[in-house]
T-cell receptor, first 114, second 114 residues
């Protein structure tokens, strides 16, 4: 079974630019989650999709972040315009059901805003 | 809101030493508890989990964790570490009640010297 795939693995952009991160969940997993870890801090929840619908986006930091999951397959997380404090590792996870049962994480995208 | 504390941010051990990583959470009631591990360059993987039953949980690679409800703790242990255990370890808790999004701790970086 293929795992959760994220790309790019690393991205370095200048402040004010736009970056789009992509997550391909495990095939058949309706639930997709985005998390972020700022260096040295805890992994924080950003949002949760069930198929193409946003179930919970309470963790999204502000309106510079836009997540989509068209067709209920892969998801994108766009940051526009990027700020220095957006630097961190963005993780994606998917699961067949709601909750932490069967969570599978991707390797993450390390975003550096300079 | 739930919070998770991991007391040791950086741990350095020699091979064959015993390991105990602390994890405490703030909110009581019914919770599910997890330890995740991220080896260098790899994705987050589930090490072990507790949902109910025996509070001493055994996971992969010789790790175990003990849930002590009265202390709100879920410490991770391994009697004899190996160089290959070098990784970052994250404690996560979901609950109580219907809150199914796990809350993560800050992580503990473990370095094992051969």
């Amino acid at each position: 079974e293929a795992g959760v795939t994220q790309f790019p693995s690393h991205s370095v952009i200048e402040k004010g630019q736009t970056v789009t991160l992509r997550c391909d969940p495990i095939s058949g997993h309706d639930n997709l989650y985005w998390y972020r870890r700022v260096m040295g801090k805890e992994i924080k929840f950003l949002l949760h999709f069930v198929k193409e619908s946003k179930q919970d986006e309470s963790g999204m930091p502000n309106n510079r972040f836009l997540a989509e999951r068209t067709g209920g397959t892969y998801s994108t997380l766009k940051v526009q315009p990027a700020e220095l404090e957006d630097s961190g590792v963005y993780f994606c996870a998917s699961s067949p059901g709601t909750g932490s049962y069967g969570y599978t994480f991707g390797s993450g995208t390390r975003l550096t805003v300079v | 809101a739930q919070s998770v504390s991991q007391h040791n941010h950086h741990v350095i051990l020699s091979e064959a030493a015993s390991l105990e990583l602390g994890c405490n959470y703030s909110y009581g009631g019914t919770v599910n508890l997890f330890w995740y591990v991220q080896y260098p360059g790899q994705h987050l993987q589930l090490l072990l989990k507790y949902f109910s039953g025996d509070p001493l949980v055994k996971g992969i690679k010789g790790f175990e964790a003990e849930f002590i409800k009265s202390k709100f703790s879920f410490n991770l242990r391994k009697p004899s570490v190996q160089w290959s255990d070098t990784a970052e370890y994250f404690c996560a808790v979901n609950g109580p009640g219907g809150s199914y999004i796990p809350t993560f701790g800050r992580g503990t970086s473990l370095i094992v010297h051969p």
